[in-house]
């Protein structure tokens, strides 16, 4: 079946790091991918997204791109905040046999930005 | 317009007793979803429903949940003998068209359930 490891935490970085957060799936065909983020005491948000190969997701400074040959969806952001402290969840959903309506989750990463 | 809504927004219950969650989606729209995130998890697919038919349950985790839909409107989740584990928040979503993606679906605040 579908499945999705990403990076363990807990990432800790301080304000201006690069950050990067890395995410393989394994899926059949080519899967929609997501980036989820959940701030602290907060619902889960739809950070990005890239519904094919080599499609470039981005929102608010993050980045991720979409690699077919590498099974990834590594996520990027050139320098953090500590307002980016939250935890993030790489997803899937599959794009074909009519269930892309099913989302298949990492276990998340904690990320904390220090001043 | 009215979003999806969700009630009760907190349910605390003890081991054994049953539940049931509501949610209205948006007016209109065909398709509706339940979900539920666990502590520290991502989101968990339970029911998809085209009208008041489900032609998913593959989510449910047990017997003891069930869900229906009325009207091609309302929706209940009903957990019976609630256990410890099913302490989560239930998420509720709907969209205008079958099946579609998580991105394009409209979420609920959710129903925070927690069992004592």
């Known amino acids: 079946g579908d499945s999705v490891t990403q990076m363990e935490g807990p990432v800790t970085l301080s304000e201006e790091a690069f950050l990067t957060i890395n995410c393989t799936y394994t899926a059949t065909g080519y899967p929609s991918l997501f980036w989820y983020v959940q701030y602290p005491g907060e619902g889960l948000q739809l950070l990005l997204k890239a519904t094919k190969a080599d499609d470039k997701g981005s929102n608010k400074g993050f980045e991720a791109t979409y690699r077919k040959e590498t099974t990834s969806f590594h996520l990027e952001k050139g320098s953090v905040q500590v307002s980016d402290s939250a935890v993030y969840f790489c997803a899937l959903s599959p794009n074909s046999g009519g269930s892309n309506y099913k989302l298949t989750f990492g276990k998340g990463t904690l990320l904390t930005v220090n001043p | 317009g009215a979003g999806v809504s969700q009630s009760p927004s907190n349910k605390v219950t003890e081991k054994g007793k049953d539940v049931e969650l509501r949610c209205d989606p948006i007016s209109g729209h065909t398709a509706l979803y339940w979900y539920r995130q666990r502590l520290g998890q991502g989101l968990e697919f339970l029911i998809y429903?085209?009208?008041?038919?489900?032609?998913?349950k593959s989510g449910l985790p047990s017997d003891r949940f069930s869900a229906e839909r009325t009207g091609e409107s309302v929706s209940t989740l009903t957990i019976q003998r609630t256990q410890q584990e099913d302490s989560a928040v239930y998420l509720c979503a709907s969209s205008p068209h079958p099946r579609a993606r998580p991105d394009e679906q409209f979420f609920g605040p959710g129903t925070r359930l927690t069992v004592l």
């Open positions: 429903f085209q009208g008041n038919s489900a032609p998913d």
